[in-house]
Nanobody, 120 residues
């Protein structure tokens, strides 16, 4: 069974940085894409980016793969209070996604989320 486990969340003051990690296990090979979403109680889950499109990640954020297979990082700099959210790792993209589709349905696997709180 494939599992994605996030870590690295926590509380930080505005202007600070955090690096989130996601480790995938149980997958027979290299996951074709690994990415990040975030969600607050007031908003739908929002796509941040994934390893296929490193140049399309939100400003102040960087996504990269780790040296260990099926590991991905989300580096977040100059954090703002509005970045407060639960951050989710997602992986294994289905083919055929189109821009009019909800990005969430492109991914087969999800982590449980890690909370990030940014105080002003």
């Amino acid at each position: 069974q494939v599992q994605l486990v996030e870590s690295g969340g926590g509380s930080v003051q505005a202007g600070g940085s955090l690096r989130l990690s996601c480790v995938g296990s149980g997958y027979p090979g290299r996951l074709n894409c690994m990415g990040w979403f975030r969600q607050t109680p007031e908003k739908e889950r929002e796509w941040i980016g994934d390893t296929r499109y490193p140049d399309r990640v939100k400003d102040r954020f960087t996504i990269s793969r780790g040296d260990v297979q099926n590991t991905v990082y989300l580096e977040m700099n100059n954090l703002k209070p509005e970045d407060t959210a639960t951050y989710y790792c997602a992986a294994d993209c289905r083919p055929g996604w189109q821009p009019y589709m909800d990005r969430r349905y492109e991914y087969n696997y999800w982590g449980q989320g890690t909370q990030v709180n940014v105080s002003s």
